[in-house]
Structures are given as C-alpha cells and as structure tokens.
C-alpha cells in the first residue's frame, strides 16, 4: 500500500501549457503538503494546507494553484510553465499541526519530475 | 522565514567508519528537526528526528544531537555500510501555525566499500 502517491511519475511538456500533478495519502492525515527540489537538489517548501484549506504560500508565483478537494488530495495546477519549472515536485503529508505529539512528521510521496521544453 | 545551513555538500568515508553530518538553524522558536535520506531517484525518506526537549536521540547506528543553546543538531552514522551512500538532509521545523520543513542543502554520502 502507497501511503502518499503522486501522478503522473514524469511530465514532459512545452513552454506555455498548463498542467496538473496530482497526490493523494491514504495515511488519514489532515495535513499536506507541496515542495520543489531543483536540479541542485534544493528542497523547499511551495504551499501547505490544513483540512483542506491553505495554510501557508511560500511566495510561490501565482502560475501555482493548489486545489484541496478533500482532506486525502491536494493537486497541484500550473498555469504558463516556464522553463524554470522544471525540477521535481514532491507531495508529502502529516497526521495534523500541533508540535509535540508526533503530528509533525512528514511523509513524502515518489515525486513528479517535470521537464519544460 | 527559517534557515538551516548543512556541512558538508560531500563526504566520502570507508565502509565501516563514522560519518558526521552538522546543521545550523537560525529561528529560535524552531522545535522539531528530522532528518531524511534521499536515494538517486527516489523520495526523501525519514530515518530519524530530534524534538527540542531532548539532547541525543540513537536508533541502531543513527544518533543525532542537539544543541539548543547553539542552535545546531548533527547526525552521526556510525559502522557506514555501502548501503547508506545517498543525499542526508536535514530539516527544521518553524512553528508559525504551519509544520513546513525549512531543508538544508544536503550532503552526498558515499561509502566506499
């Protein structure tokens, strides 16, 4: 059993189209999560949400547009891809906020490695 | 937002040795640190994590340390085995009403057998 799965695993595509990758956990969790990791390997942050709604944008242009249906999927939308888009976008997720009782760890999913032509 | 530097980018040791890996934060208020593994092509993996209430956590050949006061925390691998050549990353957690990880930048492990 996949905890957290993402599709589709590769994206290749123009500059200029729209895309969307999507995740979901199976774990019950409340919480999750979007980061990139670029070709340095740099992880970062993109968006967080919580009970479906968004906690935190971390100044992400606003070409990103998460979507939470319900609490299990968050996908990820991408208008006007640009060539600096492309790296690989984790989705991950964790039991809820609250520090101290475990609720923190975060789980990843395999990654979505996009590459814009 | 929240810092975290890591040192070494690259460490290569021989198989049976120790390897150390350290980090620094910048926030204060940051009271959570995992660390996760990251194979070639593969999803960061957590393999161990350290609240701010405790100082030294060891799971088999995994420890990681703490230092509050100094706000720095290390990993340390000891017996390395060829198997745990990968990219180590550590995290920190900045409590601002969302749990998002503050990465560093990594440290390529390699084992040499």
């Known amino acids: 059993d996949t905890a957290v799965s993402q599709t589709p695993k590769y994206l290749v595509t123009q500059m200029g189209n729209d895309k969307s990758i999507k995740c979901e956990q199976n774990l019950g969790h409340d919480t999750m999560y979007w980061y990139k990791q670029d070709s340095k390997k740099f992880l970062k942050i993109m968006f967080s949400?919580?009970?479906?709604?968004?906690?935190i944008n971390e100044t992400v242009p606003n070409r990103f547009s998460p979507k939470s249906p319900d609490k299990a999927h968050l996908n990820l939308h991408i208008n006007s891809l640009e060539l600096g888009d492309s790296a690989v976008y984790f989705c991950a997720s964790s039991q809820g906020l609250l520090a101290g009782v475990n609720q923190e760890t975060q789980y990843f999913g395999p990654g979505t490695r996009l590459l814009v032509l | 937002g929240e810092n975290v530097e890591q040192h070494p980018s690259t460490l290569s040791v021989q198989e049976g040795d120790s390897a150390v890996i350290k980090c620094t934060y910048s926030d204060s208020a940051s009271n959570y640190f995992p660390w996760y593994k990251q194979e070639l092509g593969k999803r960061p993996q957590l393999i161990i994590d350290i609240r701010s209430n405790v100082g030294e956590k060891k799971d088999q050949r995994i420890a990681v340390t703490l230092n509050k006061t100094a706000k720095h925390f290390s990993l340390h691998i000891t017996e390395t085995q060829p198997e745990d050549s990968a990219v180590y990353f550590c995290a920190a957690i900045q409590q601002t009403g969302a749990n998002n990880l503050f990465f560093g930048t990594g440290t390529r492990l390699t084992v040499i057998p």
């Open positions: 949400y919580n009970n479906k709604e968004l906690i």
